[in-house]
């Protein structure tokens, strides 16, 4: 018997029209995270200049409808921010503007959080910078991990 996963609108609409799909050549910043438990994984492009103001993401994500929809709305979110404003976007603020997820799906926003972080490290890297309270990625992400306990 299988588990009815019930799904916002805006997860629907950002599953069935995902925006930004594709990848950026030359991205500033590239960051793949991934989950061996439940197979998603998404690459996350960054396009920052020299302002160090996120002008263009794009996304490729291989798993389930949540996965999708979480990884085009973190791209719609950090779009036009600064880079320090786009570490700050949390997989609480993906969650909160699709309107939520059911608790069985909440890691694949949490996946969309590292992989925002995962290209910013990238660019950091490649730039020589350092962007105050950003982790070196985690590549494979498992919902053992600290990422995955509900912030108290």
């Not at 490729?60 to 779009?79: D, H, N, Q, R």
Request: aromatic share 6%; with cysteine.
């Amino acid at each position: 018997m299988s588990q009815v996963t019930e799904y916002s609108e805006k997860v629907m609409d950002h599953f069935s029209n995902p925006r930004n799909v594709g990848q950026i050549e030359d991205a500033s910043g590239v960051g793949t995270v991934g989950n061996a438990k439940c197979g998603d994984i998404m690459r996350m492009y960054l396009d920052i200049d020299d302002d160090q103001i996120v002008r263009d993401a794009k996304f490729k994500t291989f798993g389930c409808g949540a996965a999708i929809a979480t990884s085009s709305m973190a791209t719609e979110l950090v779009k036009g921010k600064s880079v320090t404003e786009a570490l700050k976007v949390t997989n609480k603020a993906v969650m909160e503007a699709l309107d939520g997820l059911p608790p069985i799906k909440v890691h694949c926003s949490l996946l969309a959080e590292q992989a925002i972080h995962a290209a910013l490290w990238d660019w950091a890297e490649k730039n020589g910078v350092t962007i105050e309270g950003l982790d070196p990625p985690v590549n494979d992400i498992d919902e053992t991990e600290e990422f995955y306990k509900t912030p108290g």
